[in-house]
Structure formats: C-alpha cells, structure tokens
C-alpha cells in the first residue's frame, strides 16, 4: 500500500530550514482529473486527457500568441509535497537515491515541469494534453517549449575544424 507522505525504509529526512517566499506569483490554477496523488500520473502523456490552465487576472493579455506553438512547457508548485527528503526509495524497496537525481515531486523547491501539446485557448483558459499534476494544483509560468527568436551562436574561428556545432 502506498502512502502519501511516509518515510521508506532506506530514506533520509532532514529539518529543512522553514521555507521563505522566494516571490512566486501563482499566475493560474491547473485543472487536471486526478484528485489523489495515488492517481496521478508518474509522468504526462501526450496521448492523456485534456486538461485545463485557468490563468489569472491581470496575466490573461501575458496569453497573446500562445496559440501559435503545438508545444508548450508548463511550470508548476506540487504543493502537497513534503520537501525534507535528501534520500528516496521511488519503489518502496530499501534502495535509496538522492533527491537531485528523481524526478520525484519531492523536493526542497518543490517545482514540477512538463512538455505539453497545446490543444486550444478558450479566453482565459490554455487546454493542454501532457499534465501529471492534480487538480487544483498552482501553476507558476508557461513558455513555448522553445523559443524561436533564439538566435544561433555567432560562428567561432575554429569551429570548421571541428565540425558545424549550429546546422
Ligand atoms: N512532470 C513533473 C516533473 O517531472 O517535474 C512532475 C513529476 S512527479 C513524479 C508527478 C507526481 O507528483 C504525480 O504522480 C503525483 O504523485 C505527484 N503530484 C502531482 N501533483 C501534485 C501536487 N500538487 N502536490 C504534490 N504532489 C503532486
């Protein structure tokens, strides 16, 4: 039986100092089918539901031009994570691993990102498919998976010789 917050053989929590606001501004709230993080998915699936972005005032006008991306990267605050963990058993099974090498929602920031297909923008409202986050979870930014004004590196001298790093 898996629970939500236990520690697991093998796993290491420390006091973490309390946390401070490190000046996020949730911009909107993510609406999602999973009500209980047993439930949600490990990762986002492309091929999963669609699920909602309902952005905020006054950052609504900060959506002109998403449409024009298929991809999207969201940027989101698992708040329900406990962020004391310095060691984790991901399969429950004594073997441990450091936080910084999971993907696991545990964590010091606990900040959780995925790549996204845009679906549609319904007024204030992003529809996305590739969400593993519960529902009411805050979101904290979205970007186009990359961004396409950026500019290539400048040739170096040399860079023939060792082959064309920028095709
Ligand atoms: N895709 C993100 C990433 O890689 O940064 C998050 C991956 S994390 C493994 C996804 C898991 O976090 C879900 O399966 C669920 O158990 C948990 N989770 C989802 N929403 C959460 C929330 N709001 N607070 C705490 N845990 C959450």
């Known amino acids: 039986m898996v629970r939500e917050s236990e ?3 093998g796993e290491v929590a420390v006091e973490a100092p309390p946390p401070t606001d490190a000046g ?18 490990r990762q986002g699936r492309v091929d999963g539901p669609v699920c909602r972005l309902d952005i905020f005032e006054p950052w609504v006008p900060a959506l002109k031009g998403i449409e024009f991306y298929a991809n999207l990267e ?3 605050w698992l708040h329900l994570s406990r962020r004391d963990l310095v060691l984790q058993s991901p399969r429950n099974d004594g073997e441990a691993r450091g936080t910084f090498s999971l993907r696991s929602p545990v964590r010091p920031n606990p900040l959780g990102t995925s790549l996204v297909k845009l679906v549609g923008v319904e007024g204030a409202t992003v529809l996305v498919r590739g969400l593993d986050c519960l529902d009411g979870t805050p979101l904290v930014d979205l970007k186009p998976d990359r961004c396409r004004f950026t500019p290539l ?7 023939d010789e060792v082959g064309d790093r920028n095709p």
């Open 7 to 9: 520690i697991r053989e």
């Open 24 to 41: 996020l501004v949730f911009i909107g709230r993510i609406r999602t089918p999973w009500t209980s993080r047993l439930m949600a998915p």
């Open 74 to 76: 969201v940027i989101y």
């Open 153 to 159: 590196a400048p040739r170096q001298p040399g860079d």
